[in-house]
């Protein structure tokens, strides 16, 4: 039985994970129903449900970099974000940016335009410059020039990612700065922060009035020892704080004071992957929208209160990242900038109604869910926020015109 990373979507479909591309093509040439290709399983909607076969791709051949020169490297579309990074490191070279983990593979975090923080920072999908792709049919073609920006962000429904080719920068080194604010200052000053720092994000800690900053900038310093994560050991208290407000509602406001006062201020230097990207032990379900830049204020006011009055059930934090605007078809940063809140609730609590709740909020907006994250919206909502999807449509029915890639769930979005 398949399942994702938080355990909420789950398939009794039959796996194959072919060694070569001649198995993988005879699968896909002799497929009897939907086959759907998955990475490291960590997106939250059904991408991958709802198929006759789930394919695997981390046995094919390939070595992490393929070729490489100054700007520029061609990669195993299937290897993990952290083997590339240290392969690519090796080059003396870098991805520009990470988001919060490294575990996911290269093409399903492009697949769904994965994101790290930084107005000057688009999504690793605006990266590519070329990829390997084998269709519908089972050939394998080169994506280039016009049919790229369909490719970039496509949720595997053009078929499957072998080889990427995208642009790297010369291996550096970060300052991360850690510190707790108060929720006023943090809305107070997130535009300055993100055009002071390379990437800024902030996460507000529900029922405590604060939040924690981080910010990242590029140094010539040399690497230091890196602090403990005890982003865990917070989670544990927060946790533990929710459980007593049901006691008393100020117990948990103290506890979370108390934990503030601990959390200090962090300062340190590292390779620039290592810094980025952290692991997430504690299981949670997540829902995140893209907002115009202008609308994030309002937007994280009106979920604060949501969570103050309606839910206090929900304690995770709150995370607000920024990425630039890119042009592809489907990633929900074309055309400009987004202000990104994604709000959590721990993998044992119920997040329907919370969810609902924030993305009426986040629509009215006008913002555009993240792909790989819980989002309600259909086809004509699509039809609304991507201005290229009739072109999207027209690639999808060149390279698969069997509809070999489009599982039922991802039919109500993508058959026009
Ligand atoms: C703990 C955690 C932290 C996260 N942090 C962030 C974050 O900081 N920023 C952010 O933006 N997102 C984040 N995400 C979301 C995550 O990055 C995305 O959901 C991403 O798609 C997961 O990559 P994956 O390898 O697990 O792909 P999967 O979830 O397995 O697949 C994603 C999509 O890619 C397709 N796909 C996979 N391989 C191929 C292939 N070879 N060819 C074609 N299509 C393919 C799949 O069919 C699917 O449609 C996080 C998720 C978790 C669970």
């Not at 991408?47 to 051949?61: A, K, M, W, Y």
């Amino acid at each position: 039985m398949w399942k994702n990373w938080s355990g909420s979507q789950t398939s009794a479909a039959a796996m194959a994970n072919p060694g070569t591309v001649a198995q993988l093509q005879s699968l896909v040439r002799g497929a009897g129903g939907v086959l759907r290709p998955v990475g490291a399983g960590h997106s939250f909607t059904p991408l991958v449900t709802g198929s006759s076969q789930i394919l695997r791709l981390d046995r094919l051949e390939r070595p992490a970099v393929i070729s490489s020169r100054p700007g520029r490297a061609r990669v195993n579309a299937n290897a993990r974000l952290h083997e590339l990074s240290a392969a690519l490191g090796n080059k003396g070279q870098a991805f520009r940016n990470l988001g919060d983990i490294n575990v996911q593979t290269l093409a399903g975090a492009m697949s769904t335009a994965t994101h790290g923080t930084g107005r000057e920072m688009p999504c690793i999908a605006a990266e590519m410059t070329s990829a390997q792709l084998l269709t519908g049919s089972g050939d394998v073609i080169e994506i280039r020039g016009e049919d790229l920006p369909g490719v970039q962000v496509s949720l595997g429904l053009l078929g499957i990612l072998l080889e990427i080719e995208l642009n790297t920068v010369p291996a550096f080194n970060l300052r991360r700065r850690v510190g707790v604010r108060s929720f006023e200052q943090l809305l107070g000053q997130m535009h300055n922060n993100w055009t002071e720092h390379r990437c800024y994000e902030f996460f507000l800690l529900p029922h405590s009035g604060k939040g924690v900053q981080i910010s990242h900038d590029v140094t010539e310093a040399a690497p230091g020892k890196s602090p403990l994560d005890l982003d865990a050991v917070g989670l544990q208290v927060m946790k533990i704080a929710s459980a007593l407000r049901r006691v008393h509602p100020a117990l948990q406001r103290q506890v979370l004071a108390l934990m503030m006062v601990l959390q200090g201020e962090e300062d340190y230097v590292g390779e620039s992957w290592r810094v980025l990207s952290s692991s997430r032990e504690m299981r949670f379900n997540e829902m995140e929208y893209h907002l115009p830049p202008e609308a994030a204020e309002a937007v994280l006011r009106e979920i604060n209160s949501l969570v103050e009055t309606r839910h206090p059930e929900v304690w995770f934090p709150i995370e607000v990242r920024q990425t630039a605007g890119d042009s592809a078809w489907l990633s929900p940063f074309q055309g400009g900038p987004r202000v990104s809140v994604a709000v959590h609730m721990h993998g044992g609590q119920n997040y329907a109604g919370f969810f609902r709740d924030c993305e009426s909020i986040f629509r009215a907006a006008g913002g555009r869910p993240h792909w790989g994250k819980l989002h309600g919206l259909k086809r004509q909502d699509l039809e609304a926020l991507y201005p290229d999807l009739g072109k999207f449509d027209e690639l999808r029915a060149r390279l698969d015109p069997k509809d070999l890639f489009l599982s039922p769930a991802l039919a109500g979005l993508f058959r026009p």
